[in-house]
């Protein structure tokens, strides 16, 4: 996972000229967070209403022009950590048993609630990537401040931010030592370098991200990002927030139309 992290920045696209990234920072949040809670308020099963968020999410991914191969490469490695929890629900028990082998039993209600919990999760993941991998920190920060988040988790998630760079420079530090030393031939002692590596990381890190805070509270910091300018939006956000919201309408228009039918 940190070499995940390290190898890729967090905002490889934010750099581009699209329409994605001409909209304000705040805009961009807001239609990314309508669009997900529009997918996970959405009942099981209900596969039309997810084709339209899909469709959504694939123009915005066009609109935008993220690199295909980072995106893919984030959402990799989420699925493996949420994987575990989707193979949960496809042993369900409810509907007809389409297999069975002693207490485990495959049923048509369990994969209608994997195939459920898969989309929406897949497509909360590519919005919330797309929405990283196109905005800076700063800029996402700062958008926080402007939607009225306290300052004091806007603080904890730029500390966060700026602990995992440090935590990943001393992890790669630490890697090239032993590599230098020839202690990453062989398993067994790549094994036990990563085992020493993991106890002794926190503690280096630990005290490294002390020295960098005392370091920004002699430069004036005050417990709170400096907030930047950035755009304050315009007739373009407009068009884009009442778009996003007539998407996620019309989803659930489809699903109660199908309910009642």
Same mark, same amino acid.
């Given at each position: ?12 696209? /934010? !750099?581009?000229?699209? #329409?994605?990234? !001409? #909209? ?8 990314? #967070? ?7 308020? @959405? ?16 123009? +915005?991914?066009?609109?935008?022009? *993220? ?5 893919? !490469?984030?959402?990799? *490695?989420? =699925?493996? =950590? ?24 495959? @049923? ?8 459920? +919990?898969? =989309? !929406?999760?897949?497509? /909360?993941?590519?919005?919330?990537? #797309?929405? @990283?991998?196109? @905005?800076? +920190? ?15 988790? *806007? ?58 805070? %005392? ?13 930047? %300018?950035?755009? %304050? ?11 996003? =919201?007539? +998407? ?14």
């Amino acid at each position: 996972m940190l070499l995940h992290i390290g190898a890729i920045a967090l905002d490889v696209d /934010s !750099k581009k000229v699209t #329409l994605w990234h !001409k #909209l304000a920072p705040r805009t961009r949040i807001l239609c990314t #967070l309508m669009l997900v809670f529009a997918t996970v308020i @959405t009942p099981n099963g209900h596969w039309w209403t997810w084709l339209i968020y899909g469709l959504a999410v694939v123009s +915005v991914i066009l609109l935008s022009q *993220v690199t295909l191969g980072v995106l893919l !490469k984030r959402l990799a *490695v989420e =699925f493996g =950590f949420v994987g575990v929890v989707l193979l949960g629900t496809l042993f369900r028990r409810g509907g007809r048993v389409l297999w069975a082998w002693g207490p485990l039993q495959i @049923t048509t209600l369990g994969l209608i609630i994997l195939g459920s +919990v898969m =989309f !929406k999760t897949l497509l /909360s993941l590519l919005m919330l990537n #797309l929405l @990283t991998l196109t @905005t800076s +920190v700063p800029s996402l920060l700062n958008a926080l401040i402007e939607l009225r988040i306290p300052p004091l988790l *806007v603080a904890i998630l730029a500390s966060m931010y700026r602990y995992i760079n440090v935590l990943i420079n001393e992890f790669n530090t630490m890697r090239r030592a032993a590599a230098s030393r020839n202690l990453m031939n062989s398993n067994r002692t790549i094994r036990l370098v990563v085992g020493n590596t993991i106890g002794s990381l926190f503690i280096r890190t630990y005290e490294r991200g002390n020295r960098i805070h %005392q370091a920004m509270l002699s430069r004036g910091y005050q417990g709170v990002p400096p907030i930047e %300018q950035v755009p %304050q939006g315009g007739r373009l956000d407009v068009i884009a927030l009442t778009t996003t =919201f007539l +998407v996620s309408l019309f989803g659930q228009v489809i699903y109660l139309v199908s309910n009642a039918s």
